[in-house]
């Protein structure tokens, strides 16, 4: 199985085997280093945070040495990461369609500041079930979990673009188009760490994870830049010449271009994901992958009872709960700034793609020099914190009359989103190696939860109080900061990697 997806080089060992000392060993996938129960793995565990340092796994002095187990990595794990990417993307831009346009939405739709509000509203709304995912992920595996994120993206989108003439009718299908594209976010923001360990090699693991977790913030920074080139902003805003082009006909059958476009994209990777998207490979990549974990129930237990863990959850979840709120409005909060809807675009445009292609390189840096996750973070959350600060005094020109120019917009804001956004991957690495061996799907999955119950409590406020946004942009650097003392009391352990690095037969 699987032998026509991958080179004879790699279907070689990730690491060569020694001698046999006997006359023959069990096959791999019947090696008792894979059958060991979870009790063992996390005994083991507990001894790798006294070993492991600076990424280096160090054997305690009088110890035997270990012999390692080998794994195998095929070529099909890029396609698996395209397509899993392709739906975050995806699912991101669809999430983000209405922030971007929505003084378009307006005049097209009859929207209310309420109703922008709730259409970006209903993606942390998404999240109520994200336990159900987590089990689904847990008990079925990936194939099962993604057709399922998939067939929910496309009845969704469909929903988004029925021609009915009621615009009341109208605006509960778009409504409810939006509710079930937020109803796919547990998967696409939580699968990634448990994709990158079931597919990828120790060395590859966080570079995979970065691809497959921002490629939905990606897909939102598009959002961006799609809907005001697309979409001509009303009579007010509009840059293009012809005055009949911003007519509210015609923004309206602008919006709905990029509604059955995103329609067309969502069916097409349906299509492909339902052809080929296999639950794991034939033989596991590391001893991590193939060591069996805690239960779903005795997860949630480890989890809860974890210090440790509470407190990385919270210093995730706060700041990038606050940031991914913000960005949904973008255009909303810096509308009092006199910023039109397409210099609004590229800001959020530049300020998502800088986290992304930034957050990329640094986990490919940390592929290679690990353990060094809380210092990386450390330098993120110090960057963030001094440009939500530089942003925040910048829009209170009551106060402080500091420069409010588009060149220090764009420059704050996309510092912003370059630190904070990048900083995704590398939570989500040091969250697996903190509880390992409690699944990935699991760890990942009640994090984002936590961010979405304080992206939804912002956006909440926001649909009562949407007449002043000063209080909206104070909770930048005040989330930012407290992240930071968080993190800077937290004790880190590599618990995964000590299994991969040291632990043998």
Known sequence: MGLDWSSPEEREPLLQQPPPAFPSHPPYHQHPQFRRPAAAAAAAAADASRVVSHGRALRPAGAPRVVPVPGRVYGRRWLVLLLFSLLSFV?????????????????????????????????????????????????????????????????????????????????????????????????????????????FSPDERATATAIASLISYFGGACAFLVGPLVVPGPNGSSTLPLASESSPEYIKDRIEAVLYAEFGIVALIFSAALAYFPSRPPFPPSVAAASQRLSYRRSFCRLLSNPRFLMIALAYAIPLGVFSGWSGVLDWILTPAHVSQVDAGWIGFWSIVGGCVFGIALARFADFIRGMLKLILLLLLSGATLAAIWFTLTCVTTVIHLPLTTATLYTSCILLGVFLNSSVPIFFELFVETVYPVPEGITCGVVTFLSNIFMGVLLFFLTFYHEEFSWFNWCLPGSCLLSLLLILCFRESYDRLYLDVVVSV
């Open 91 to 199: 699912q991101g831009l669809v999430w983000n369609t209405w922030g971007p346009i929505q003084s378009s939405a307006r005049q097209a739709f009859a929207f209310s500041s309420m109703d922008i509000a709730l259409l970006v509203f209903w993606g942390p709304i998404g999240f109520v079930p994200c336990f159900a995912f987590m089990w689904l992920m847990d008990k079925k595996g990936l194939r099962v979990t993604v057709l399922l994120t998939s067939s929910l993206m496309v009845l969704g989108a469909g929903l988004r673009c029925v021609p009915v003439t009621d615009q009341t009718t109208r605006k509960w299908l778009i409504h409810g188009g939006q509710l079930l594209n937020g109803l796919a976010g547990p998967t696409v923001t939580s699968a990634a760490p448990f994709l990158s360990t079931t597919w």
